[in-house]
């Protein structure tokens, strides 16, 4: 057999379970008719001990044999892959990221014949590999290159640092065994293979952990637990295998720390464990990865009082920006609800902290939320985007705004459940009290508020979400509303809850909105235009935020020059009709306030959007000329 036959052997004997044909061959970057071209010579090889490969349509195929066999066959053929082959990872994208941390972690260049052989892959399949990984990771500031057979890694101490903790951060969330971390050691021309992380090691972090609980001025969480192991082991590999310092100047510490301090018990534990020494700017590294989690306020003197209240103001004026604007764009008053202000607070703040420091530590699994929730997303991304402009923040990612949309999300969602609804009845007080009690009982989350008749100025007023009537027809009224019998049976509650919950309730609501919110922008001295089948836009080269709403609709928001700050909104998605919504301002405030049409357009069909604003765009442009 030849290397990549040995190769596929060793697949199938990591994996008792029936693999596809297909996915092996997307493993080994061949084609599927070269796979099973290698699984009869395999057969054949492995039939004279007492082996046999299982191939069967639909399921894939397997190595059939008993445990005897098997260590059999490891025996004869799986040893002459290489003396660095540890062992095969039927899940690609483990591999992807113990051959990330292998390459990140290498102090010289890593050979390439060293990747393939420890994680029994092609140089085909390597090259795939590397290609996802990059794409994957995107790193800011680091770079790779291939030379004379090797790959290496370039970029300042810190933006490595931070791309480790990223990979580390992923490897952990997906509950890969930590043990098969490995990176390549050279010394005398030879290269040796490392574990990562020894059960000393393991030991010894997890006791700082323990210290930590004693110092915390919040309760512990996995996230914040896993922050700091990993940063911490980031930092101590590195700085044991001799890396640079991730500042370019030294200089001593000569702050004189309090001895409860938690950054002493970390140098302390660090010098019994590996003899090793912080200094100042090593001690500020340790003190941003403990605030980017919040664990505790105030570390004493390991910063200066100067720089913490300067943050701190920044901090609190970015959280109340952001309540207010979220509050403005969704209509849903955050601030009835303080319990929740402070909860929210507490996660700006460390994501404030994250983002200066470049913690690129993030939940792949949170995206799994992005389409759930997309306009509620796509409104804390532009609120976001908008803040790090008028604070002069550095981007937040989009993994950060995820995890910060599902704090809001879970106030959206109660909000949702608790609607306010005007019931019209004309009957005796006796029977209205009835009716109301049969609603309530059926939708305790709701507010019923009774009145004996309603006009569109009351409904959106006092902000109503749906009008039932009791056996009355309201005629010329643009909110929604439904009617239901005096009795209000198990029929009419069906109808309630199918016309409540679909959607399209909100559509009228929200023309009204979005109409109200244009002319607010004029006179607000924004200028404000409607272009009706315009060009398409060329505006995607500028630097700026676009996001796609929930009906494909395209936002835009960027820098237009002398101080002006545009937002776009533009749908395509019809033949005829097209539409394209251009508002400048001249403030970042502003832009907040012109964000509440994001929300809205969400919730409207784009049929829909195109005919009103069809419809409104001669107004706009008559006010315009007067």
Known sequence: MNTRQMTLLAFLLSNSQYEKVDNIADHFAVSSKTIRRDIEIIRKSITDIGGDI?????????IVATQTTRKTIEDLFISVIGKYSKGTYPDRKERLLLVAIAIFMARQPTPIDWITNYFYISRSQLNLDLRDIWKNLNPKGVSFSVEEKKIQITGNERDIRNVLNTLLFQYMENNYDISKIVFPEFKNHEIRTIPFLSQDEINTLNQLIIALTEYATTTLWKTDTTIILISLLVFIKRK??????????????????????????????????????????????????????????????????????????????????????FSTITDINLRKKPNFITRIKDHIRPMI????????????????????YLSTLNVCEIICWI????????????????????????????????????FISQEEKSLTNIQLARLKKEFPNW??????????????????????????????????????????????????KTFVYETTIQKTKNIHKLK??????????????????????????????FVEGVNKVKFMYYEAGNQVNRVLVENF????????????????????????????????????LNTILNQIEPEFREEENV
């Open 54 to 62: 299982d191939l069967k349509p639909g399921s894939g195929v397997r």
């Open 240 to 325: 044991l295998n001799n890396f640079p310092s991730a500042e370019e100047v030294f200089e001593d510490c000569k702050e004189q720390l309090d001895l409860r301090s938690f950054i002493e018990i970390i140098e302390l534990e660090l010098y019994a464990r590996y003899g090793i020494r912080l200094d100042g700017q090593e001690k500020r590294y340790i003190c941003d990865i403990l605030q980017s989690t919040q664990l505790i306020h105030n570390l004493r003197k390991s910063m200066g009082e100067g720089r913490s209240l300067e943050e701190s103001s920044l901090i609190d004026n970015f959280s109340e920006d952001f309540i207010d604007a």
């Open 353 to 372: 902290k994250r983002v200066q420091i470049g913690l690129g530590i993030v939940d792949e699994h949170l995206e799994d939320y992005a389409q759930e």
């Open 387 to 422: 803040l790090t402009k008028k604070y002069a923040l550095p981007f937040i990612p989009r993994a950060e705004v995820l995890f910060l949309m599902l704090y809001i999300q879970i106030e959206i969602i109660e909000s949702e459940a608790c609607l306010r609804i005007a």
């Open 447 to 496: 507010t019923f508020i009774f009145l004996p008749e309603i006009t569109k100025q009351d409904f959106y007023s006092q902000e109503f979400d749906c009008v039932i009537t009791s056996d009355i027809k309201l005629n010329d009224i643009d909110f929604p509303w439904i009617n239901v019998s005096r009795k209000i049976s198990a029929l009419d509650i069906k109808l309630i």
């Open 516 to 545: 109200e919110i244009l002319r607010d922008l004029r006179d607000l001295g924004c200028h404000v235009s409607i272009q009706t089948n315009p060009e398409f836009s060329t505006e995607e080269t500028r630097e700026g935020l």
């Open 573 to 608: 998605q019809e033949t005829v009709n097209q539409v394209r919504i251009a508002i400048d301002m001249n403030n970042w405030d502003l832009s907040l306030f012109a964000s509440k049409i994001v929300y809205l357009v969400d919730k409207i069909n784009t049929k829909e």
